[in-house]
C-alpha cells in the first residue's frame, strides 16, 4: 500500500482520468477528497466505488475559482482525514474551440481561470496544510506543442500550469515534490466533445503504440508520482502520449 494512512484531494475527481486517479489513489491506501462541480452523480459513484473496496472517501461541491469553495474543499479533507498529503490539481477544460481573432477577452479569462487560477487557488490553500507530500498537475502535450486549432488559450494555460509546476518545486522542497503529466490523446470526454473521430483514428494510425491512451494509464503515473517510487523527481513534467510527441 503505497499511500497508506495518507490523505488526498483530486479535483475534478468525479468523470475520466479525476475518476479514475481517485480509484487507484484509494486502492493504495489513500483516503480521498473528491471534488466536482456541476454534477454529483459522478462524484457519488466514484466515492461508492471507493467504499465497496474498503477505502474511505468524501465528495464535496465546489467552483475552484472562489476562494470560499477551495476553503472548503480543502478544511472538508483536513477535518474529514486530518490533512493533507497529496493533491491532484486534475480540474481543467478547453471549454470550447476559438480563434484569437474570434475570441472574446471573457473567453480567454474563463479558459485561464478554469485551468490555471483553479490550480494556483488550490495549491495555496493546501500548502497551508502540508508539511510533507506530492503536488501533481495536470498539464497538457498542448502546453508541449501548442495544441490542435482553436486551442490557444488552452495551450497557453497548460503552459503556464508546467512552468508553475517548476517554479513550484524549488520554491517548496524538499519537503513537498511538485510534477505534472502532460497527456496527449486519451480516451476521455474531453476528446469525445472537442476532437473529431476522424483524428482519433490518425493518432491511432500514427502513434507508436497504435492506440489512444486509457484512463487508467494516467492513474497509474500520477499514484508514481505521488508516492515514494518517485522521491527523486521533482519540477518534472511527464509525457503520455504514446510516443506522438518527445520532449
Not at 462541480?37 to 468524501?58: H, P, W, Y
Not at 500550469?161 to 513550484?168: A, D, E, I, S, Y
Amino acid at each position: 500500500m503505497k499511500l497508506a494512512g495518507k490523505s488526498a484531494i483530486v479535483t475534478g475527481g468525479g468523470r475520466d482520468i479525476g475518476r479514475a486517479v481517485a480509484i487507484k489513489l484509494a486502492s493504495e491506501g489513500a483516503s480521498v477528497a473528491i471534488n466536482y462541480f456541476s454534477s454529483s452523480k459522478g462524484a457519488d459513484e466514484t466515492v461508492a466505488a471507493i467504499e465497496k473496496m474498503g477505502g474511505k472517501a468524501i465528495a464535496v461541491q465546489g467552483d475552484l475559482n472562489k476562494q470560499a469553495d477551495v476553503d472548503a474543499l480543502v478544511n472538508a479533507a483536513v477535518e474529514t482525514f486530518g490533512g493533507v498529503d497529496v493533491l491532484v490539481n486534475n480540474a481543467g477544460g478547453l471549454i470550447a474551440r476559438k480563434t484569437i481573432a474570434e475570441m472574446p477577452v471573457a473567453h480567454w479569462n474563463a479558459v485561464m481561470s478554469l485551468n490555471l487560477t483553479s490550480t494556483f487557488l488550490m495549491t495555496q490553500a493546501c500548502l497551508a496544510n502540508m508539511k510533507s507530500g506530492a503536488i501533481v498537475n495536470l498539464a497538457s502535450q498542448a502546453g508541449r506543442d501548442g495544441g490542435g486549432p482553436g486551442a490557444v488559450a488552452y495551450a497557453t494555460a497548460k503552459g503556464a500550469v508546467m512552468t508553475m509546476t517548476r517554479g513550484l518545486a524549488k520554491e517548496v522542497g524538499p519537503d513537498i515534490r511538485v510534477n505534472a503529466l502532460c497527456p496527449g490523446m486519451i480516451d476521455t470526454d474531453f476528446h469525445n466533445i472537442h476532437t473529431p473521430d476522424a483524428g482519433r483514428r490518425g493518432f491511432e494510425a500514427n502513434a507508436p503504440l497504435k492506440r489512444q491512451g486509457h484512463v487508467e494509464d494516467a492513474a497509474n503515473l500520477v499514484l508514481f508520482l505521488a508516492c515514494d517510487d518517485s522521491a527523486f523527481i521533482t519540477g518534472a513534467n511527464i509525457d503520455i502520449n504514446g510516443g506522438m510527441l518527445f520532449s
